[in-house]
């Protein structure tokens, strides 16, 4: 299962054994996020629209530049993120994570995957990679599904929950 970190003992083969322990959590929470604007290459914090926060790069389908000092943070759905879909629409990652983007059933997911995403990319949980999390999004949203290993799959609250788990 991911985030387990198990060891073998040096005991000969038969006498040996394995543990599996907990890593440290050290994912941050979809409002830890949501309040900082120091986010992980390749990612921009910056809102959409009108409300958008001063001073950051805008960022469009072909790279970032500046228009005007306001910002346009990294697109929920773009091929930065790889995060599929138009749940979200024109949303950035920060929009859905301060809860400002309309999602439906998918709202608070998107919240939980847009926080791992930013885990994965600063580093702060090595057992869950950016891959990861995209096709956790992309299979639950075209699938209904996660399939963790093959005949166990998770259902959008199971992936939140597990998704919690790595982050404190």
Request: net charge positive.
């Given at each position: 299962?991911?985030?387990?970190?198990?060891?073998?003992?040096?005991?000969?083969?038969?006498?040996?054994?394995?543990?599996?322990?907990?890593?440290?959590?050290?994912?941050?929470?979809?409002?830890?996020?949501?309040?900082?604007?120091?986010?992980?290459?390749?990612?921009?914090?910056?809102?959409?629209?009108?409300?958008?926060?001063?001073?950051?790069?805008?960022?469009?389908?072909?790279?970032?530049?500046?228009?005007?000092?306001?910002?346009?943070?990294?697109?929920?759905?773009?091929?930065?993120?790889?995060?599929?879909?138009?749940?979200?629409?024109?949303?950035?990652?920060?929009?859905?994570?301060?809860?400002?983007?309309?999602?439906?059933?998918?709202?608070?997911?998107?919240?939980?995957?847009?926080?791992?995403?930013?885990?994965?990319?600063?580093?702060?949980?090595?057992?869950?990679?950016?891959?990861?999390?995209?096709?956790?999004?992309?299979?639950?949203?075209?699938?209904g599904y996660y399939e963790v290993?093959?005949?166990?799959?998770?259902?959008?609250?199971?992936?939140?929950?597990?998704?919690?788990?790595?982050?404190?």
């Open positions: 299962m991911f985030g387990k970190v198990c060891t073998a003992s040096t005991q000969g083969t038969l006498g040996g054994s394995v543990a599996c322990t907990q890593p440290l959590v050290r994912g941050r929470l979809p409002g830890y996020w949501a309040a900082t604007t120091s986010w992980p290459a390749p990612y921009v914090c910056g809102g959409s629209g009108s409300g958008a926060t001063q001073g950051f790069a805008q960022v469009s389908p072909f790279g970032q530049s500046s228009t005007g000092g306001i910002s346009q943070g990294t697109p929920y759905h773009s091929s930065t993120t790889g995060l599929t879909g138009t749940v979200f629409g024109t949303h950035t990652l920060l929009d859905v994570l301060q809860g400002n983007a309309r999602g439906g059933t998918y709202k608070t997911l998107g919240k939980y995957i847009a926080a791992a995403l930013l885990n994965a990319a600063a580093g702060k949980t090595p057992f869950l990679s950016q891959a990861s999390v995209q096709k956790m999004w992309n299979d639950d949203l075209t699938l290993t093959p005949g166990v799959r998770w259902t959008t609250n199971q992936i939140i929950a597990y998704l919690r788990t790595t982050m404190a």
